[in-house]
């Protein structure tokens, strides 16, 4: 999808800039779903899902647009990784998304009512909302990035990000 081609360019700027970068799938997840919760367990899965997010020291979201809110994906990720002690607090988290003409806003407005609760820090700026639907695309058939435009924006989020983690760490080691 275009909103994975944005990971993708994430990816490749982290690389470039000597960051290690890992985009977690989330479609595999079972629904959440408290009767799968075993002893005080998740399913082995989802409790994998938690390490990648918990090993995490920030957080880039690709949020696609469904009927103006999240897609059940990502806020089924959202809950599990929320339950038997949530691993979401305290993560710096950057948002980006392709879509229609308000290119996943909507959308990811709603993420970040999640945010609040999930005690996630996202960042207030640059907003990166493609919209993918102009001509020419601003992504290949295979869904990557290929115009400098929504590249430099990927950028712009990659960076500022990075910026705020390392403040965010900082601020963390002064206070220990």
């Known amino acids: 999808s275009t909103n994975t081609g944005l990971l993708r360019c994430a990816a490749e700027i982290a690389k470039s800039a000597g960051v290690d970068f890992e985009i977690v799938e989330i479609g595999h997840l079972p629904f959440m779903n408290?009767?799968?919760e075993v002893d005080g367990k998740v399913p082995d899965v989802v409790d994998q899902f938690k390490?990648?997010?918990a090993s995490a020291d920030a957080l880039m979201f690709a949020c696609p647009e469904y009927n103006y809110g999240v897609t059940p994906a990502l806020k089924n990720a959202l809950d599990w990784a929320s339950r038997?002690?949530?691993?979401?607090?305290?993560k710096p988290?950057?948002?980006?998304g392709s879509g229609g003409g308000f290119g996943t806003g909507r959308g990811q407005l709603a993420l970040r009512q999640s945010f609040i609760f999930l005690d996630i820090i996202p960042l207030s700026?640059?907003?990166v909302c493609v919209r993918r639907f102009?001509?020419?695309s601003p992504f290949d058939a295979n869904g990557d990035v290929v115009d400098e435009k929504t590249k430099n924006s990927v950028q712009a989020s990659f960076d500022a990000l990075m910026e705020l983690t390392k403040t965010l760490q900082a601020g963390?080691?002064?206070n220990s």
């Open 84 to 90: 038997q002690g949530s691993v979401w607090a305290k």
């Open 93 to 96: 988290a950057a948002i980006m």
């Open 34 to 36: 408290e009767d799968l």
């Open 51 to 53: 390490q990648s997010v």
């Open 125 to 127: 700026k640059p907003e």
């Open 172 to 174: 963390k080691s002064n």
């Open 134 to 136: 102009t001509s020419p």
